[in-house]
């Protein structure tokens, strides 16, 4: 399955978080409905949370756990086998840092974890906020590359201002201060 890769792009305040707990499940819309359709079949987002994983504000580590226990955490809650964590920790350049607590990570190694935990279970749609905000170099790199795979495998939507990000998308969707305003191809 050749998956592809959409980038929103906005101002700050313009809804592109919103829009990804939207489609999370995180929040409910006022109004209309969200719904994700997979081989015929349609899902809520709730539905839909074993086929999704997303690095977002709302989806952070614990502070006083290390690296490896989140993510055992993780693993528990989605019933994946924990002999995979150690692969997913090497993956994201943490295993250094596997039994350190994450209170004592940089900003960068805490989004590291974070995308460890969305993609533990290789959901088929990786939803990422701000994924290179917080990076450096070899950071953004590592994100190039997960993304890259992602789509071999499904799905990819990137919420983003910064207009480096753009090359992740085969596609955008541009907000404004009111909602949708355009789609690019």
């Given amino acids: 399955m050749e998956g592809t890769g959409?980038?929103?792009?906005?101002?700050?305040?313009s809804g592109k978080t919103t829009l990804l707990r939207l489609l999370c499940g995180l929040l409910m819309?006022?109004?209309g409905r969200i719904r994700w359709e997979l081989e015929g079949e349609t899902f809520s987002?709730?539905?839909a949370r074993s086929l999704v994983g997303a690095v977002l504000p709302d989806c952070e580590p614990y502070d006083e756990l290390t690296a490896t226990e989140?993510?055992?955490?993780?693993?528990?809650?989605r019933g994946i086998d924990k002999r995979r964590i150690g692969e997913w920790l090497e993956r994201v350049q943490l295993n250094h840092a596997a039994h350190q607590p994450v209170?004592?990570?940089s900003s960068g190694m805490?989004?590291?974890l974070k995308l460890a935990m969305a993609l533990l279970h290789e959901p088929l749609a990786l939803?990422?906020?701000?994924?290179?905000?917080?990076?450096d170099r070899q950071g953004r790199q590592l994100v190039d590359e997960v993304i890259a795979e992602q789509k071999r495998r499904?799905?990819?939507?990137?919420?983003?201002?910064?207009e480096r990000d753009i090359a992740y998308g085969e596609e955008q969707i541009i907000l404004g201060d009111k909602g949708i305003g355009e789609r690019h191809r």
Avoid: C, K, S, Y
């Fill in 6 to 13: 959409v980038v929103i792009l906005g101002p700050n305040g």
């Fill in 29 to 31: 819309p006022t109004e």
């Fill in 45 to 47: 987002p709730t539905q």
């Fill in 70 to 77: 989140n993510l055992q955490l993780v693993a528990d809650f």
């Fill in 103 to 105: 209170r004592t990570f």
């Fill in 110 to 112: 805490r989004w590291r």
């Fill in 127 to 135: 939803l990422l906020d701000e994924p290179t905000a917080l990076l």
């Fill in 154 to 162: 499904g799905l990819v939507l990137v919420a983003t201002n910064d």
